[in-house]
């Protein structure tokens, strides 16, 4: 995407604003990239350098850049639902993150199994592998990271774009709950339980995989921590 001058229909900075959000979403500027320079912006918009500082400064206050004085500004999220879902999950209890992680998965499950082709669960083969590999290895983040991925796949494989994309904006908050959840100190019998939700998905049976990702997020939500009170 490329930046085009502005009209003078709505205010110059909110348009500006506008433009470089999309060019945050689109991948353009992507995550953890630094910015092109006030001056450069300005060249390429054709608006004074305090329209395009104006429209920064907002997008930093929604948490989509974060200005690093001396060194520039950078992309630190690819939208603002996700930021605004992370201080959610920061500020509040991460039993309601693990709850709306349940929904979304549960329905993921079921859409799999009626769904996933031979590609999604061969993918889905493979990432399951990589899971185990980490737990064995003890590395708590690739683990994580690793379950994450896996969940994801499932919820991917069943072709609902929106509830991917909806299931991708907890990342952090989900990939939280993994690690504080049963983690690397997981019984096998989990283990065995995500092999029983793909087995399920291949055999495209939408209820035994939904009953399996219930159970599995059943347990991980007893392992949460008992927040205090």
């Not at 110059?12 to 604003?17: C, D, G, H, N, R």
């Not at 630190?76 to 979304?104: C, I, K, N, Q």
């Amino acid at each position: 995407m490329s930046l085009v001058a502005p009209q003078r229909s709505a205010p110059l900075s909110a348009q500006v604003a506008d433009q470089l959000r999309a060019l945050i979403a689109d991948g353009s500027w992507p995550l953890g990239s630094r910015i092109p320079a006030e001056h450069r912006l300005t060249e390429q918009l054709g608006v004074s350098r305090g329209t395009v500082r104006e429209a920064l400064r907002a997008l930093v206050h929604t948490g989509l850049l974060e200005a690093r004085p001396g060194d520039g500004t950078y992309v630190r999220a690819d939208s603002e639902l996700r930021v605004s879902l992370g201080r959610r999950v920061a500020a509040g209890d991460l039993r309601d993150a693990f709850e709306v992680r349940a929904l979304l998965e549960r329905a993921g499950a079921r859409h799999a199994a009626e769904r996933a082709t031979a590609d999604d669960i061969a993918h889905l083969r493979a990432l399951l592998d990589a899971r185990h590999e980490a737990k064995t290895a003890g590395a708590l983040e690739r683990f994580a990271e690793a379950d994450f991925a896996f969940h994801r796949a499932v919820v991917a494989a069943g072709g609902n774009v929106l509830l991917t994309e909806l299931y991708e904006y907890l990342t952090s908050p989900i990939t939280r709950t993994i690690s504080e959840s049963a983690a690397l100190h997981e019984d096998g019998g989990v283990h065995a339980r995500h092999s029983e939700l793909l087995d399920a998905v291949a055999g495209h049976d939408p209820d035994a995989a939904e009953a399996c990702a219930a159970a599995l997020l059943a347990e991980g939500q007893a392992a949460l921590p008992t927040p205090d009170r």
